[in-house]
């Protein structure tokens, strides 16, 4: 080895140590005689000390060191003259006095600065990606990510689980996103893709008896980019046989709550999980991966709205929508521009308008007099009425009052928003606290108007409630799941269900879903084959461990946790792909680019 020791591991007690090191010189201060460097490695820096008199060689090469060399050097680990220690590093109480030094390799100078936390326009940094995993934080992203990935390791080898790799190219099967297709050379007009996920293969797992598998997968979809989300990214895939629903949450729940306890023990984490049904999310929360660190819960007011003469509200009802708010705590106060922004917000996803109703200063809500309120809409409304409104929703004299009125799917989508938005202005939600749950009880199918046809709410593998199964048949509207995902702090971590295992079952949510038994032989044939040989009833749950990495680095954007990710557009930009390739290797996979 190159070096004896990790410049981050000396501390108080090699005090007198011999140590050779190896990094980067991180900062360089020459003191007039003495030169200074705090030398970088993985582990984190420690100050070297060369001086001319003790050391003049060494102090004759450190003259020509520059940010970001790597060098060697020999040295004494020795405690830091009083007055001069370190407290915000964990080796600022001590430094190497530096006998021998070398240039390992001398270094340009970076397109930006590695020592510090200033601001790096995105693009640069995933051009000169390998220059920003210097940095501490991306490399203590990257530490937690490690350390994520082995805790799940050993938990789930603790659990009886075997870990079983599936293969990168397979048969194209779509049913969500779009694949990433790879043309076969031996095979001309052919092609393989790669997996938007192991689903089937380790459903085919289950069939051939290995009853609790998983993997770290990864996984490949070409679908439309945004924060958290990559065109190839990395999954916790695990399946079990001889399971129903709560075993499978169980686990979930206990496998995550070790992982947080373990691994990122600084965060407040909220137990047990609670489990709500899909409904109850959609009508309480406006959203299928609530935030539960703040309340700010929906409220109905259909029935009150009937009462007005209000004709958004009443349009909306006769047309067979509903009447919702969302309490915007001490927000009364808010300017023109600030209740355009929110109105702005609601149309831009669906909403025909906002309404807002400010509920100025007053010793109580009974209390509140015409004058205390602002609103467009007053006149359509009787101060009982307008009262009667507030009750309901839970609000007070300084509130800000959101109400939408229209189709029910619209209104809580856009109260969701909203009511997602203010927890974030009002910093309502604590950023030391996870708040899990499981969402449970989706519906089935959901109709398709462009293709005329049902589609499956998760995929299609995914069993219907037993009671459901008739529905199938007469009402596949009215159809559930055993479908549940487990989100976090607004973010959707997991999501999983218990699978069909009857072949008939299969073939007819198949048939549902636009295909004949002909077309579902061609495409699924080898799953339908296998029903054919003894299928236990299993399920499992996959979770994003990008996503999760975000979360527990307190991350913004999943590109922050992943070494080499690709840009909004899907580009890498430190490797120039996607990129052309040669005439001779389109015509050897039997391709032409067409214009």
């Not at 990395?234 to 070790?258: G, P, R, Y």
Request: a negative charge; proline letters at 6%; charged letters at 30%.
């Amino acid at each position: 080895m190159l070096k004896s020791r990790n410049c981050g591991d000396l501390r108080l007690t090699d005090d007198g140590s011999q140590v050779t090191l190896a990094g980067w010189v991180h900062r360089r201060r020459d003191h007039g005689g003495l030169i200074f460097i705090d030398l970088r490695d993985r582990s984190g820096f420690v100050q070297v000390v060369f001086n001319p008199e003790s050391a003049p060689e060494a102090h004759r090469v450190a003259e020509t060191f520059r940010g970001e060399w790597v060098v060697g050097l020999t040295g004494q680990v020795g405690v830091r003259p009083e007055g001069t220690e370190n407290s915000r590093i964990p080796t600022g109480g001590v430094e190497v006095l530096a006998t021998e030094a070398r240039v390992m390799s001398q270094a340009k100078t970076p397109p930006f600065y590695i020592n510090d936390d200033q601001p790096v326009d995105e693009a640069l940094r995933l051009e000169y990606r390998y220059l920003d995993l210097r940095k501490e934080g991306m490399q203590r992203n990257l530490t937690l990510r490690h350390r994520i990935m082995k805790h799940i390791r050993d938990f789930l080898d603790a659990r009886g689980f075997i870990e079983v790799e599936t293969p990168m190219m397979i048969k194209s099967t779509p049913e969500g996103a779009r694949d990433y297709l790879v043309p076969s050379r031996v095979s001309p007009g052919e092609f393989y893709a790669l997996p938007q996920s192991p689903q089937q293969l380790k459903q085919l797992l289950m069939v051939a008896g290995m009853e609790r598998y998983y993997q770290i997968a990864r996984c490949f979809r070409d679908e439309d980019l945004r924060a958290d989300r990559q065109p190839e990214f990395t999954q916790l895939d695990l399946e079990m046989s001889f399971v129903e629903e709560k075993d499978v949450l169980d686990l979930a729940e206990e496998l995550f709550t070790s992982l947080v306890e373990t691994v990122t023990p600084e965060f407040k984490l909220l137990k047990p999980f609670p489990r709500i049904t899909f409904v109850e999310a959609m009508e309480r929360y406006g959203s299928d991966k609530p935030d539960l660190r703040f309340g700010l819960e929906l409220s109905e007011l259909s029935d009150l709205a009937l009462e007005t003469d209000l004709g958004v509200f009443r349009t909306a009802i006769n047309q067979g929508g509903i009447v919702k708010g969302v309490v915007a705590p001490g927000c009364a106060d808010y300017s023109r521009k600030e209740l355009d922004e929110l109105t702005e917000m609601a149309k831009s996803r669906g909403a025909k308008g906002l309404v807002t109703i400010a509920l100025g200063a007053a010793p109580s809500l009974e209390s509140l007099a015409e004058e205390d309120v602002r609103s467009a809409v007053k006149k359509f409304l009787t101060m009982e009425q307008l009262k009667g409104i507030a009750k309901r929703m839970g609000g007070s004299p300084g509130d800000l009052l959101l109400i939408v009125a229209g189709e029910e799917a619209m209104t809580n989508a856009v109260l969701g928003h909203l009511r997602q938005e203010l927890g974030h202005r009002l910093d309502l939600a604590d950023p030391d606290t996870l708040a899990f749950a499981f969402i449970v009880d989706f519906p089935l199918m959901k109709w398709s108007p462009e293709e005329k046809r049902w589609d499956s709410v998760h995929h299609p593998f995914t069993s219907p409630k037993d009671q459901d199964i008739p529905f199938l048949d007469s009402a596949p509207e009215t159809a559930h799941s055993k479908q549940y995902d487990m989100v976090c702090n607004g973010w959707e971590l997991a999501g999983g269900s218990i699978r069909i295992h009857d072949r008939e079952v299969q073939l007819k949510v198949f048939k549902l879903l636009g295909y004949t038994e002909e077309q579902a032989l061609e495409r699924f044939g080898h799953l339908l084959r296998a029903f054919e040989y003894g299928v236990p009833p299993h399920g499992g749950i996959a979770s994003g461990l990008d996503r999760v990495v975000m979360v527990l680095a307190k991350m913004d954007n999943i590109r922050e946790v992943i070494a080499f990710p690709k840009t909004q557009s899907a580009a890498d930009l430190m490797m120039g792909a996607p990129s052309p390739v040669s005439k001779e290797q389109l015509e050897e996979l039997h391709l032409q680019i067409r214009p």
